[in-house]
């Protein structure tokens, strides 16, 4: 239930469903509680008018000096319902001089619907809340005054909403009960649904995962002739297309390299002809031109003839131990002057240590430039690349941080795939990352990126040092590392 079908089934219809059940209880608990609530305010405002009009018919009006005498009457004689609710009665001076439970009243009992009944305009309050001995209640009060309005007293009720709440409790119980019914109900009904989808679907999903690593070769069966068969005959076709075209484009690059190698030739050939003998401002400007546009076009070719080579798995390192401080040194260096053209500030943490590795010089030079060369690419005038190096437990890394545009999430997993690019309107053959990744990878190492959108990229490699790979042999499977290795052991 993480993903796919079922989760979206999960969130579409479960979740959809919960949610309307869920406020639909809360809706209907608040409905129960604030009518059960209203009705015993109703009920203690009844039972005080009742006693005011008492009041009133016992002394003609409020106009009396006996409210002492006549509240403590009604409340022992008169008033019945001592075991639902309480009873207070107050004098002008905010304190309790008689309740209707017989006890001594507590005179540090807050009493906030008391002092609302005095503020307000029709001398009434109302509190819910919690006393000192941590009992929930509701209390009503009506500030008793004379004609000319002056304060004589005041009468409170109060009653426990404890057995209310209990009531509302079952109530929301049964309600949470009834939609768990429901829940579960539908939740089974939809699940067997869904599994006689799900089973065929993961079929599929099984074998156009090991097509979409590359075997092109396999083929799904189907069982029934319907939506799902029709679908197994699709991806069975789609898997004989890519490996049709896995084939045709591999053989691409391998024709189109050739091809513009034997023109390469004769450029630069002709090239050194006209460099013999000729009109000299012609010659000049025209050798310049061919020589330029002929090294571009080779690295190209060779680009296209490596990442061929990798593919066929005939690429092979001319292994030695060096310094890879000192090569990447270099191509820093072969970047300075184009960073400065460009605008773009190449920053380069210099550092005297020592990072003897065991590798091909110019596959790993190779690696440096083209990372370099990304790195300037994609970031714009005005803006910096940093390259840092350091040796950090038996490994030696290399930081190139760029403030350029930076890698979309969505792209960043597949960028080092081979012909991916990210962004189309830059210039490049999208195999600059792959070789990189590949070409690391050969000499043990890693190649990691980390990039955030519209703030930069940050590329990390990671090569063991000699002591290192002479120490776990098994941290590299090039077989010309690996014969280098045994040399050395010898």
Not at 281 to 302: A, D, M, N, W
Not at 347 to 374: C, H, K, M, S
Request: glycine letters at 8%; one cysteine or more; aromatic letters at 6%.
């Amino acid at each position: 239930m993480t993903r796919g079908i079922s989760r979206r089934w999960f969130i579409n219809t479960i979740g959809v469903v919960f949610l309307i059940l869920l406020v639909s209880i809360l809706t209907l608990s608040m409905m129960v509680q604030s009518s059960t609530y209203n009705g015993m305010e109703l009920a203690l405002t009844g039972r005080l008018e009742e006693l005011l009009n008492w009041l009133s018919g016992s002394s003609g009006g409020y106009e009396t000096s006996e409210f002492a005498a006549i509240t403590r009457d009604y409340i022992e004689n008169v008033f019945q319902e001592k075991n639902r609710m309480e009873i207070m009665a107050l004098s002008k001076d905010g304190k309790v001089f008689i309740t209707s439970t017989g006890f001594e009243p507590d005179q540090q009992q807050a009493m906030p619907d008391y002092e609302m009944a005095l503020r307000s305009g029709d001398n009434a309050g109302k509190w819910v809340g919690e006393l000192d001995t941590g009992e929930k209640v509701m209390a009503v009060t009506r500030a008793v005054r004379d004609s000319s309005g002056s304060l004589i007293g005041a009468i409170r009720y109060m009653v426990s909403l404890e057995r209310a709440d209990r009531q509302t409790a079952l109530v929301i119980s049964a309600l949470v009960l009834g939609g768990a019914f429901i829940m579960l109900l539908l939740t089974l009904s939809g699940a067997y649904f869904i599994r006689s989808i799900l089973v065929p679907v993961r079929q599929v999903s099984q074998s156009a995962r090991q097509i979409a690593q590359g075997d092109f070769e396999v083929r799904i069966e189907k069982s029934k002739d319907d939506e799902i068969g029709q679908l197994c005959d699709a991806i069975n076709d789609m898997a004989g297309e890519l490996g049709a075209a896995e084939r045709m484009k591999n053989d691409f690059i391998s024709s189109v390299s050739h091809e513009l190698r034997t023109p390469l030739t004769a450029i630069k050939g002709w090239a050194e002809t006209l460099q013999g003998g000729a009109d000299p401002g012609t010659e000049e400007k025209g050798i310049g031109v061919i020589i330029r546009e002929s090294e571009r076009l080779s690295g190209l070719v060779e680009e296209l003839l490596d990442f061929s080579r990798l593919q066929s798995g005939r690429m092979r390192l001319i292994a030695e131990r060096l310094d890879l401080i000192a090569e990447l040194d270099e191509a820093v260096y072969l970047f300075t002057d184009r960073a400065r053209t460009e605008r773009k500030e190449l920053r380069y943490a210099e550092t005297d240590q020592l990072a003897p590795v065991y590798g091909d010089r110019d596959r790993l030079r190779q690696v440096f430039v083209n990372i370099l060369d990304n790195a300037l690419k994609y970031t714009g005038e005005g803006g910096a690349v940093s390259v840092a190096a350091s040796v950090e437990a038996g490994y030696v890394k290399v930081l190139v941080t760029d403030t350029g545009c930076g890698i979309p999430a969505e792209h960043l997993p597949n960028v080092k795939k081979k012909f991916y690019k990210a962004n189309q309107l830059v210039r490049g053959s999208g195999i600059g990352l792959a070789l990189a990744d590949e070409i690391t990878a050969m000499h043990g190492g890693a190649l990691e990126l980390e990039s955030q959108e519209g703030k930069g990229t940050c590329a990390a490699i990671s090569l063991p040092l000699c002591a290192t790979l002479e120490a776990s042999p098994e941290l590299v499977e090039t077989p010309e590392i690996q014969k280098l290795l045994e040399r050395n052991r010898e």
